[in-house]
């Protein structure tokens, strides 16, 4: 054993002291040196610095890394989204799922993607096919759509038409929204205990037209597991970031309310502790 | 036993028999509007109706404090933003601010006779004269960081955080003298205890460390101005935060049922003594541990559950040490009645009452 190693098992780890800005910035490991980051990051350019500086929130570095693909090496804007800015959004959750990235990273992360994303857009000349439509809404009397919006920027960018219908949004709306889109998947949030009470009146006006839905993704702030499944055509969802998944179960594999509660890990890839 | 003395023993350090059950965070709900005829709205800006409803639950349940106001837009109407007020089962909600940035934040110069200031400084009073030394008045204040939300838009702020930090500690400076204003306002009054909720800093919104670096300052600032216990409500999943709330230095530390009772205790022992420097407050450290407030579910138990659910819960809370029996946030409006008696009947059959 080595003299540091030795006292190391001697000392009261506890009571180090650790120097200001250390403790403020954290070590000096970088996010892409993360070893869950460096599988997903691409590891050819131009697609590794898209990727990169989505990682960094850094919407100056994504397009810069857009444009030198789409002019200087032409290549399609539909594998610059696929291979660049949404395996940079990919890492993002890993490290925000790890506990190291927080809600301003991914707002940001976020942002500098969707403005990739319009970039690319603007060359196919029209958005990007998208695979179907879903719909998403912030419940009756509740303002806060921060999980609402990334809800839809998750949706957006894995090639969903998502309607939103915005924040407050009153039930017949709703009910008006997937008489209108037929949605494949609808997601409603709340962050108030006072207005999480709207969605099984959702899922009985549904019911009430006779209108019948894969799913009701339900989640936000004080909403739980055990209240979304007290009724049905609802499932629980824990994170912003595993609703396409939750989506692309439903049109890929045609998979229903009570399979997504009962397979939801297993759907979006990772251990949910509130499904364990 | 004289509720008001029990309670202000806990927070201050004392040993107690029995553990109080107050509620440091919004009381107001449908049933004992009906019951005392005081209701949403009017409750919020009628004094009369503020006081009644905030006492409701004291005279119908048993729950050992008055708690006013039931809402958090006080302070950010005073400022100039809109609010709407909502109706007997929805919570008042800024809808709308006059500031866009950091910079164009001004604070009225007429700030505690603005909006319904003076309504929460009346009702203070009323049940002062009313409820005098037997029970405690609870007054709820906005924390600076949450204010903040409120005056630029938390979407705004959040973004803001990473972006331009520096323009969201100018804000946050400017939120916390609103803050302190209204403080000194209402210790004239002289509440009991001052709840501060700041839920915009849980660590689902911002970064821990910019918790640390940016808000935790300001709430030592804020606290040192309050002369009478003061407690610390924030919602969410505290514990990656818990030791600095415990340091910032109030008496007590309110918190949800995301947060493991054993667990918070343990980083509780890391409390702080305060030293003003150059007219800032400084944390000494290690002196005095703050009192643990809560966690009994008022998303689920309060709200949906059982009265036999909520003993149970009531049970294991105090079996795991909560200093202070409480919701683990405002109360839902819908809540019936019967929980909260049976959070209160909990207690004494736990102590043998």
């Not at chain 2, 600095?244 to 109030?250: C, K, L, N, S, V």
Request: hydrophobic share 40%; charged share 30%.
């Amino acid at each position: 054993m080595s003299y540091i190693e030795e006292l190391e098992s001697r000392l009261d780890q506890s009571f180090i002291a650790i120097r200001y800005n250390v403790e403020m910035e954290g070590p000096a490991i970088k996010p892409e040196s993360d070893p869950d980051v460096q599988n997903i990051l691409p590891k050819e350019e131009p697609y590794k610095s898209i990727a990169t500086g989505v990682l960094y929130g850094d919407m100056e570095a994504t397009l810069n890394g857009v444009k030198k693909g789409l002019e200087e090496e032409d290549l399609s804007p539909i594998d610059i989204i696929n291979n660049g800015l949404m395996k940079g959004m990919d890492a993002v959750s890993a490290l925000y799922t790890k506990g190291f990235y927080f809600l301003p990273d991914l707002m940001l992360s976020g942002d500098s993607m969707m403005e990739g994303v319009k970039e690319c857009e603007k060359v196919l000349g029209h958005k990007s096919e998208t695979k179907a439509t879903t719909v998403s809404f912030v419940a009756e009397g509740d303002p806060h759509d921060i999980g609402k919006n990334l809800v839809v920027m998750f949706l957006r960018a894995n090639g969903y038409d998502a309607i939103d219908l915005g924040r407050d949004v009153p039930t017949e709306e709703v009910i008006k929204a997937v008489e209108e889109y037929k949605p494949i998947f609808v997601t409603g949030t709340a962050l108030m205990t006072t207005t999480m009470t709207v969605f099984p009146k959702v899922v009985e006006e549904l019911k009430k037209k006779g209108l019948e839905l894969p799913a009701l993704g339900c989640g936000g702030g004080s909403v739980r597991k055990d209240f979304v499944e007290s009724f049905p055509m609802s499932v629980y969802g824990v994170e912003a970031y595993h609703t396409p998944k939750l989506a692309d179960s439903i049109l890929k594999d045609k998979k229903t309310w009570k399979e997504l509660r009962k397979e939801y890990s297993e759907i979006v890839g990772e251990f949910v502790p509130e499904y364990a | 036993m004289n509720l008001k003395e029990n309670l202000l023993k806990v927070l201050s350090g004392e040993n107690v028999d029995v553990t109080p059950v107050i509620s440091v965070t919004q009381i107001g709900i449908v049933e004992a509007m009906e019951k005392t005829d005081a209701y949403w709205p009017e409750a919020h800006t009628d004094p009369e109706k503020m006081a009644t409803l905030g006492s409701s639950l004291y005279e119908l349940a048993g729950l050992e404090c008055a708690r006013i106001p039931f809402c958090l837009t006080v302070e950010a109407e005073a400022m100039g933003c809109k609010v709407d007020l909502g109706t007997k089962d929805k919570t008042p909600l800024v809808t709308e601010s006059p500031f866009k940035s950091a910079s164009d934040i001004k604070i009225p110069t007429d700030f505690s006779s603005n909006g319904r200031v003076p309504s929460v400084l009346e009702a203070v009073k009323i049940l002062k004269e009313k409820y005098g030394d037997i029970l405690p008045v609870i007054v709820g204040i906005t924390g600076p960081f949450t204010l903040t939300g409120h005056l630029l838009g938390v979407e705004n702020l959040v973004r803001s955080m990473r972006l331009r930090p520096a323009d969201v500690e100018l804000a946050v400076d400017k939120a916390l003298e609103v803050s302190m204003e209204y403080v000194r306002a209402l210790s004239e009054v002289k509440p009991d205890i001052i709840c501060v909720a700041d839920p915009t800093s849980a660590t689902e919104l911002i970064n821990p460390l910019q918790f640390k670096s940016i808000v935790k300052p300001r709430l030592e600032d804020l606290g040192a101005e309050i002369d009478s216990k003061k407690v610390l409500h924030i919602c969410g999943s505290a514990e990656p935060i818990i030791k600095d709330m415990a340091d910032i230095g109030f008496d007590g530390l309110s918190i949800e049922e995301k947060v493991d009772i054993r667990r918070a205790k343990e980083e509780l022992g890391k409390g702080g003594k305060i030293m003003r420097v150059g007219g800032r407050a400084v944390s000494m450290g290690g002196e005095k541990e703050p009192k643990l407030i809560g966690n009994i579910s008022s998303s689920q138990t309060l709200f949906r559950g059982s009265p036999d659910e909520v003993k149970a819960e009531v049970k294991n809370a105090l079996e795991a040490g909560v200093d202070i029996l409480a919701p683990s946030c405002g109360l839902a409006p819908e809540s019936p009645l019967k929980n909260i008696q049976a959070m209160v009947e909990a207690r004494n059959e736990y102590h043998g009452i």
